[in-house]
């Protein structure tokens, strides 16, 4: 066995949100992080438009809410409609409250959630943050570490880590070095995107509108307060540099009526595709957001998902720098990869409705769509089939997170870490890696109501919450422990 100094136990590559948003979540367990990021500053410009309810307990977790929500709003319904102003779709958002115990959608201004984020990084004394400094490469990988070579202030540093994630955006170096090629789903749609600042909203739109005109697809979206977002897709025989014109950007935004009453902060154009990296692990190299996925933005999930990989792979890495055993590592794409694609397939279906530009295609879509009008609150996401005890009820969902007026929010209260909820009896056995929390003794008696009326929807008298907030099983205390402690022994078994 190779023996190593380790400089940290994670390098972190590419300081964006889910880079930092991981860096935060091991930083809160004591690990070592070091991350590296090329720019000096934050991005300063609008980009990502949309968190759900999860994401924003994720930021509950981290303990940064009371920064987050200066740069939020609730978001309004979403609505597809056709060239004639109908709607084709509906998603309904307003005065509804997710699973995770927050409003189900929120629209943002992605500069404050970053600045949020490496706030909190300040506090973390396990956390160093480079800024000017570049990943070049993997000098070596062994059985034990990775050394990989760093830029900083003009010099090469070599940096040992236990291990390597490269959350470095859509042309990750990390991914490069790692060698992992990308599955392409075939969309690739260019769309010229527009972010002003608004002193009054009045006037406009009340929802999020993808308007489904074959003239000129286009979509309006609420920011974060006191911001708005256009999008007009280019047409086959439209370039680019010639649309950004400012001539020509006017002309797109003439129906809105929008002369004298915006503040343009950028416009650029931007291509929509699918993209899913064949591989986010090799060895101790591994990879997550953008750099293992890109999907359109029709369904609002791409830092979703990002953050939701980040969520994924902090306690699995956390087992891993503890005991050395990579085994649940291997459940990290198992259970992401899936998912991603669900959303990026449904985005992209979504998009078809969206890009039309057949006017007899349009009519023929029109049509069946008016017929069978939908509207829903949510995409029902697939449940994760990995670290779970497949067959019992619930398993591989979010656990919900109650909230009492008076006493605040379940995970507020019980704290980080895997957690074993019994209504009945305890666990008959020690459970390895997680917590017992009894809902009579242990809960304040509205959120232990919540939690019981939950198991015994279920007809079960206990559950077992990984520190991700999705259930591993459900069932009696006893046998979900064993279950829990069986998984984990065999991890270390098949190294």
């Given at each position: ?22 860096a935060a979540m091991l930083g809160q367990t004591g690990r070592k992080v070091i991350a590296v990021e090329p720019q000096l500053d934050i991005y300063p410009l609008p980009r ?100 990989c070579l760093i830029e900083r202030d003009g010099r090469s540093k070599t940096v040992r880590s236990r291990f390597v994630v490269g959350c470095d955006g859509a042309w990750s ?323």
């Amino acid at each position: 066995m190779i023996e190593m100094n380790f400089d940290c136990d994670v390098l972190i590559v590419g300081l964006g949100p889910v880079g930092a948003g991981l860096a935060a979540m091991l930083g809160q367990t004591g690990r070592k992080v070091i991350a590296v990021e090329p720019q000096l500053d934050i991005y300063p410009l609008p980009r990502a438009a949309h968190v759900d309810h999860e994401i924003m307990r994720v930021f509950q977790s981290l303990g940064i809410i009371d920064d987050i929500l200066p740069h939020v709003r609730v978001a309004p319904n979403y609505e597809f409609r056709n060239a004639a102003g109908l709607p084709l779709l509906r998603f309904e958002r307003e005065g509804i409250t997710g699973i995770s115990g927050w409003p189900l959608s929120y629209n943002l201004y992605q500069p404050g959630i970053e600045a949020a984020l490496r706030k909190r990084l300040t506090d973390l004394a396990s956390v160093e943050t480079w800024f000017g400094a570049k990943f070049v490469g993997v000098d070596m990988q062994s059985n034990v570490g990775v050394e990989c070579l760093i830029e900083r202030d003009g010099r090469s540093k070599t940096v040992r880590s236990r291990f390597v994630v490269g959350c470095d955006g859509a042309w990750s170096p990390v991914r490069e070095a790692a060698g992992i090629e990308l599955d392409d789903y075939g969309f690739d749609e260019p769309w010229l995107v527009l972010d002003a600042r608004v002193a009054d909203e009045s006037g406009f739109p009340p929802v999020n509108l993808q308007l489904c005109d074959p003239a000129r697809p286009n979509t309006f979206v609420h920011m974060g307060p006191g911001r708005l977002r256009w999008e007009f897709m280019l047409k086959p025989d439209e370039d680019a540099a010639t649309m950004l014109q400012p001539a020509n950007v006017d002309r797109l935004l003439e129906p809105w009526r929008t002369h004298g009453r915006i503040d343009v902060e950028r416009t650029a154009v931007y291509r929509f595709h699918g993209l899913v990296a064949r591989a986010w692990r090799h060895g101790r190299l591994l990879i997550a957001g953008d750099a293992a996925h890109q999907m359109p933005p029709f369904m609002g999930q791409g830092l979703c998902s990002g953050l939701r990989d980040a969520a994924n792979l902090a306690w699995k890495l956390d087992h891993a720098i503890d005991t050395d055993h990579l085994g649940l590592l291997d459940s990290y794409q198992q259970e992401r990869e899936p998912h991603v694609r669900f959303v990026i397939e449904r985005a992209i279906e979504m998009g078809r409705i969206v890009c039309t530009l057949d006017p007899r295609h349009a009519a023929a879509r029109d049509a069946e769509l008016l017929r069978n009008l939908r509207s829903g609150t949510s995409i029902q996401f697939p449940s994760l089939v990995g670290v779970t005890m497949q067959g019992s009820p619930a398993a591989g969902t979010i656990f919900p997170q109650p909230v009492d007026a008076f006493e605040g929010r379940l995970d507020d209260i019980v704290g980080p870490g895997a957690l074993l909820f019994h209504l009945a009896a305890p666990p008959k056995v020690s459970v390895s890696h997680a917590r017992v929390i009894d809902i009579a003794t242990d809960l304040p008696l509205e959120l232990g109501t919540a939690v019981g009326d939950w198991l015994q929807s279920f007809g079960v008298t206990a559950v077992l919450v990984r520190p991700d907030h999705y259930v591993f099983g459900t069932g009696d205390a006893t046998s979900i422990s064993l279950a829990w402690s069986e998984h984990f022994a065999n991890l270390e078994l098949a190294v």
